[in-house]
């Protein structure tokens, strides 16, 4: 069952059964429920491929994190997702593992997947976004969180870390506590490696 099949069975056109699957306000009230009827009785399902080249959109955000185990990436991917979900969008959710490599090949997936964005959790993507990834990328906005990249098209959110670890540290000290140690480690970024 094609959009030719529904348009064919309505007696409408392409077009018209187009606009009824993006939504559009330009087709007349009996129209809409003729065109859906069919849809219905025919258990038409749009081909998401095809609609995303249509309307330069897949609907479609990949996510990558190292391991959803981790509660820090659970935690972020609970969040986000149905937010996403929220406003339209699938989601592609992959557990790259701390290989650098294998994190590249996640990311030349999604791109090859025509997803709209990609978000990284976690600052553990530093060193997968090399030059050339960072220029394919460039087609494709990216969000990063809790991890800093400077590069074009890269639109990072993060964690004040600095005021959390002063704040932590002024209540266990309100709370009689005097040997007090913080341990962090600070990775480097692609762009700072050399």
Not at 27 to 37: E, F, I, S, Y
Not at 51 to 67: E, N, P
Not at 141 to 166: H, L, M, Q, R, W
């Amino acid at each position: 069952m094609t959009i030719y099949d529904i348009a064919k069975a309505c007696g409408v056109s392409i077009a018209t059964v187009s606009r009824v699957l993006n939504g559009s306000t330009k087709v007349r009230p009996d129209t809409k429920q003729k065109v859906l009827a069919a849809m219905k009785e025919q258990k038409y399902s749009p081909n998401p491929f095809a609609r995303g080249l249509g309307l330069d959109s897949m609907k479609m955000v990949g996510i990558l994190c190292t391991d959803i185990a981790d509660a820090f990436f659970a935690k972020a991917v609970s969040l986000v997702e149905p937010n996403l979900r929220a406003r339209g969008f699938d989601v592609i959710l992959g557990c790259t593992g701390n290989n650098p490599v294998d994190k590249r090949k996640y990311m030349q997936l999604l791109i090859d997947r025509h997803v709209d964005a990609i978000i990284l959790i976690g600052s553990s993507f530093r060193e997968a976004v090399d030059y050339h990834v960072a220029k394919t990328v460039a087609k494709v906005p990216v969000i990063t969180i809790n991890c800093s990249i400077k590069y074009p098209d890269f639109y990072c959110v993060v964690c004040d870390e600095a005021s959390g670890f002063s704040e932590t540290t002024q209540l266990l000290a309100k709370r009689g506590y005097k040997s007090i140690l913080f341990y962090m480690i600070e990775l480097p970024t692609a762009a700072n490696k050399n």
